[in-house]
């Protein structure tokens, strides 16, 4: 068992080196997978000598530096890293690996469920497939090709566009997908089954043409329509309302019994559980419509306040979440009924958020440390969080807050950011200061508002007093900025 670590958003320090590209081959047999992993690295700390990279009980084919087999003396395998010593400034790297996609039961890195393989990687499942500089501010290149049988697993997915399809022999076929968007490896994802699909097409704003497909298990091809309508209903708002376009020449979505998590956004291909996707109209409620329509349109708003600008350490999880959750209430409400969505979206807020903020987990949106990541996907980060961003938006006005949007993304594409850079280009842009407003970030509990009326001598007042609950450790709280 290894020893509990807490870890602390004020210990944050900068990677030590860079992965300026990852070629990445699968290779996916019925026991175990080969795994290969070209990495071009560049060092940007001048004094690190060692490269330490995240890697879970590793078992180790062979290394190569500069095309040079590594000796067994120049680096160290421990439990949970891979540490090769003395490297050199810029060099190349080759990692054959080993792994067992059928006995992984933690769930994450790539695991097979039924008779399909797939990939959960966030928060820090990518270390279990090959060791890796497994952190969001490390972005890369990704080129990945996936060889398997080809009865078996015909289709074969990963990020990016589809590049090259080779028959490696009789029974397996190779495909070779590259992403030319920088991104995070938690943002990594792999498929490989017999899958059924439903296909449609997209023109972006500026003209592309972009391939959208829904793959399913066989026979669910029928309940896939309306996801696919809503998606294109997503892009279209994405489009209008913020200027973001699609970047990729397709648009993946997977939606499998066997995928455990609700839905992941990786690049160009996300990944659902069936039931947040499919629907016939013979069985499904309105609410069951309304909330694949959401659903869907999070994760494709994710291609944007996500994956483009990422996050820069797990600590800013609101960063993204906060934000889409607010764009995705907001598509809703756009599309069915502002009054409905409105009330529904304070009805959850009240019966998860308020009640988590009330109890002993309470927490920052932006938590100050934690042991597991997997504990901060939490009400507070997203629901709370996109309420957060509702306040900038009425705060700034539609108007302003469209231009300050807009030199969000100007400034930050393709980096992994934080929440201060956010509300820098909300407070420049909206001309306005929020050094008290970002109290919201740092402090927990739901404060009450005490409201008091009199009407004498023909003047009407309205006292309104602010209740800050302590923190949960005992210690007292700012007041917030309300709106
Ligand atoms: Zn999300």
Not at 50 to 55: K, Q, Y
Not at 110 to 137: A, V, W
């Amino acid at each position: 068992m290894s020893e509990i670590k807490e870890i602390y958003l004020h210990n944050y320090t900068k990677p030590a080196f860079y992965i300026d590209s990852i070629n990445l081959v699968f290779d996916l047999f019925e026991e175990y997978a080969l795994v290969t992993s070209m990495m071009q690295i560049q060092k940007s700390d001048a004094d690190e000598k060692h490269l330490r990279l995240d890697t879970i009980d590793l078992e180790l084919i062979s290394l190569y530096i500069n095309d040079l087999k590594v000796d067994e003396s120049r680096y160290i395998i421990e439990e949970e890293s891979l540490t090769i010593l003395n490297v050199p400034a810029t060099f190349r790297i080759k990692i054959e690996n080993k792994i067992y996609p059928q006995n992984n039961t933690e769930l994450e890195g790539l695991y097979k469920s039924g008779s399909i393989f797939c990939t959960q990687n966030e928060p820090e499942g990518f270390r279990r497939i090959t060791p890796y500089l497994d952190r969001p501010d490390v972005m890369s290149v990704f080129t990945t090709t996936v060889i398997a049988d080809k009865d078996k697993y015909p289709i074969l997915l990963s990020n990016g566009n589809k590049k090259e399809i080779v028959e490696v022999d009789e029974n397996r076929q190779s495909v070779t997908w590259f992403d030319p968007h920088k991104k995070p490896s938690y943002l990594f994802a792999l498929v490989a089954g017999d899958l059924g699909s439903v296909n449609d097409s997209y023109v972006t704003a500026s003209g592309e043409n972009v391939e959208l497909n829904i793959y399913c298990d066989l026979g669910n091809e029928s309940k896939c329509h309306h996801a696919m309508n809503s998606l294109k209903e997503a892009m279209l708002w994405d489009e209008q309302k913020y200027g973001r376009e699609y970047d990729l020449e397709i648009y993946n979505i997977v939606a499998v019994d066997s995928f455990n998590m609700g839905a992941m956004e990786n690049k160009g291909l996300n990944i659902f559980n069936s039931a947040y996707v499919l629907a016939d109209t013979d069985t499904a409620s309105d609410a069951n419509f309304m909330g694949i329509q959401s659903v869907i349109a999070h994760e494709y708003f994710h291609n944007w306040t996500g994956n483009r600008i990422t996050c820069r350490d797990w600590f800013q999880l609101t960063l993204k979440e906060g934000l889409t959750v607010f764009r995705d209430q907001c598509f809703s409400a756009d599309l069915n009924s502002q009054e409905v969505q409105r009330i529904e979206d304070v009805k959850a807020l009240r019966e998860r958020q308020f009640v988590e903020d009330a109890s002993p987990t309470s927490h920052p949106i932006q938590p100050k440390s934690y042991i597991s990541m997997n504990n901060f996907y939490t009400a507070t980060v997203y629901e709370k969080g996109a309420e957060v961003i509702r306040m900038i938006h009425t705060l700034l006005g539609e108007e302003n807050y469209r231009r300050a949007t807009d030199l969000y993304f100007e400034s930050f594409d393709g980096q992994a950011v934080t929440t201060d850079d956010f509300l820098w280009a909300m407070q420049k842009a909206g001309n306005i200061d929020l050094s008290a407003f970002k109290n919201w970030y740092h402090q927990s509990g739901t404060p009450k508002l005490e409201v008091e009326e009199s009407f004498s001598e023909g003047i009407y007042s309205l006292t309104l007093t602010q209740k800050i609950p302590n923190a949960v450790d005992g210690s007292e709280q700012k007041p917030f900025t309300i709106l």
